[in-house]
Nanobody, 117 residues
Framework: QVRFVESGGGLVQPGESLTLSCTTS???????????MAWYRQVPGKQRELVAS???????NYADSVKGRFTVSRDNARKKAYLQMIDLKLEDTAVYYC????????WGQGTQVTVSS
């Protein structure tokens, strides 16, 4: 059974940083390495939004709202993904989820990021 577990969220002030982690299980390494990992976020009452994606090779892609502040990475050997977030803003407040392109309907519980002064 494929599972994603997100962690690393918390309550921070504007301008601070957080790094989120995504631990996967139930995916064999070759499948994990074969496709993109992505991070999404969702605010209550709104659709889930793609924040960043990391393909199996080549550069990452980012939503315009986070370019220059967020950095996505992946550890293929450990089948994990990360989202480094700096200079956090109030509007970054959301539940963050990771995803793998081979499993588009599989979601974890997410990790809450709250940016508040």
């Amino acid at each position: 059974q494929v599972r994603f577990v997100e962690s690393g969220g918390g309550l921070v002030q504007p301008g601070e940083s957080l790094t989120l982690s995504c631990t996967t299980s139930g995916i064999i390494t070759s499948v994990f390495n074969s496709n993109a990992m992505a991070w999404y976020r969702q605010v209550p009452g709104k659709q889930r939004e793609l924040v960043a994606s990391m393909p199996k090779s080549g550069p990452a892609n980012y939503a315009d709202s986070v370019k220059g502040r967020f950095t996505v990475s992946r550890d293929n050997a450990r089948k994990k993904a990360y989202l480094q977030m700096i200079d956090l803003k109030l509007e970054d407040t959301a539940v963050y989820y990771c995803s793998h392109l081979n499993y588009p309907t599989t979601w974890g519980q997410g990790t809450q990021v709250t940016v508040s002064s």
